[in-house]
Structures are given as structure tokens and as C-alpha cells.
């Protein structure tokens, strides 16, 4: 299933996930990334601007709201979701557990 598609420049970028937890990224419908994740991952791939490669990450985790998706290119950022990641949505499940071991 398509999650989301972005241009940048003549560039198409589309990042799909399937049911079980398989994520993959494409540019101009060539596979460049594809990660089995069910919390999130970190994609690594270059585009071509005109004749110059771009180093991009794509980075998927879990928030509160869904999945956040955050994508860099040079390591400036073309989209940022919440600063709430897969890490600090696993320390409040634990956090949470531990409340219930106390108080049970």
C-alpha cells in the first residue's frame, strides 16, 4: 500500500508499506530502500538533480497520531513530523507497565 508520494525536483519519491511491516522506497518507481520495520526505520538512498547526487534519508516511526515520517536531503530537512519517535513511544509503554506492576 502507497503511503506517501514527494517530488523533489523531477525526482518522484514514494515510500509503501505492506501488511507485514515490509517498507519500501522508491525514486521514479525504481526500488532504492526496502526494510522490514514494525516501529520504524531509517532508509538510506541518493537522488540525481541535475547531474549532482543527494544523499536522503527517510526515517519512519510510531507516534501518538499514526505513523511520522521525516525526509532529509543533505541533511536538511524537506519534511519533519513531531519530535515524538518510536523510542520515546516504547519508554512511555514501559513507563506504563511499570505503573500497572506497582499498583496491582
Do not use: R
Not at 516501529?39 to 549532482?52: A, K, L, R
Amino acid at each position: 500500500m502507497k503511503f506517501i508520494t514527494v517530488y523533489i525536483g523531477n525526482n518522484k519519491i514514494e515510500l509503501s508499506n505492506s501488511i507485514l511491516g515490509k517498507e519500501s522506497v522508491t525514486v521514479n518507481d525504481a526500488v532504492v530502500s526496502e526494510k522490514s520495520s514494525i516501529f520504524g526505520t531509517d532508509h538510506h538512498f541518493t537522488i540525481n538533480e541535475d547531474g549532482i547526487d543527494a544523499n536522503c534519508t527517510l526515517t519512519t516511526g510510531m507516534g501518538f497520531n499514526g505513523v511520522v515520517i521525516d525526509l532529509y536531503k543533505n541533511g536538511k530537512p524537506i519534511i519533519q513530523s513531531s519530535k515524538f519517535n518510536s523510542a520515546n513511544l516504547s519508554m512511555v509503554f514501559a513507563f506504563i507497565i511499570l505503573l500497572w506492576v506497582i499498583f496491582n
